[in-house]
Each structure stands twice: as C-alpha cells, then as structure tokens.
C-alpha cells in the first residue's frame, strides 16, 4: 500500500460536495497529466483500485494493460515500480511456452476454434498405437495432448 502511495501527491477533496468527515477521493498522479484538475479518483469501499488501475494497467478484458503514460519517466528516475499487466501477462506466457510440450502448441485450444471430432479421433489413434508398444508408457504426451484438445 505505501509502494502504491508513493506514486500519488496528497489526496484532497476535489468537489465542493465531497463529505469532508470522510477521506478524501482525488490523488493526482506525480508522473502524468492526472493532476488537481483531472486526479485519479476513487470510491469508500474500495480506496486503492483505481489507483492500483491507474500505476499498473487493468486486468480486465477491454481495458488498458499499460497504467501510467509516465512510468518510463519514474523507472528512469530510479522509482521502484511493479510490473505492468501487460509486462505479467508477457512474463507468463513465456513461460507458459516454456513448460508446455511439443503437441500443446498444436492442439491448444484459441479463441474462437471450435471442437473436431476428426482432429481428436486421429490423436486418440495415435496414443492408441502408441501406448501398444511397452517402453512408450513413460510419458504420456499424446494423451495430455488429446485430453487437453477437449
């Protein structure tokens, strides 16, 4: 939380209607245009996701991964800032790609495939004559292949 505040000036009431008995909902950015006219703003019940939003990118579908336009300002500033959403979501893929086997890339289901009985049939075939043979019971790479093609 203090890493995340480093990142913003003092909070302030930026309307004439915010209730002044409760904390304040304007935090403009240090690194970016999101100052006293335009802060970050954010709500009671959850004091720290726009601003943690605003620093790193969201995680949400159709929302932007890359968070603050001045993060490149800060980092080259010697600032310790955590990882972008997109930067994680790079990280994990890579080794995502890392782990997976040489059928996974092929079979791996994308957005927008759909199932083929015929495709998974012929995989089955070939886990089927595969696993006739004895000493290819070690590692089932075929079967993971199929099973994760459903």
């Known amino acids: ?13 930026s309307k004439s209607n915010d209730d002044k008995s409760k904390r304040p909902l304007g935090y403009p950015c240090l690194w970016c ?9 954010v709500s009671h019940s959850n004091p720290t996701g726009n601003l943690k939003a605003h620093q790193d990118g969201s995680t949400q579908d159709g929302r932007s991964t890359i968070g603050c336009p001045g993060r490149l300002t800060a980092k080259a500033q010697g600032h310790d800032i955590p990882l972008l959403v997109a ?3 790079a990280r994990d893929e890579a080794e995502r790609k890392k782990k997976s086997g040489p059928l996974d890339s092929f079979i791996t289901k994308t957005k927008g495939s759909k199932f ?19 000493w290819s019971r070690l590692a089932d790479s075929w079967l993971r292949a199929c099973i994760n093609y459903i």
Do not use: I
Not at 33 to 41: A, G, I, L, T, Y
Not at 116 to 134: D, E, H, I, K, Y
């Open 1 to 13: 939380m203090d890493l995340l505040l480093a990142c913003f000036e003092t909070p302030f009431h």
């Open 33 to 41: 245009s999101r100052d006293k006219n335009n802060p970050v703003r």
């Open 87 to 89: 930067e994680r979501y």
């Open 116 to 134: 083929n009985n015929l495709t998974f049939n012929q995989g089955m075939c070939v886990w089927l004559v595969r696993q006739a043979l004895p």
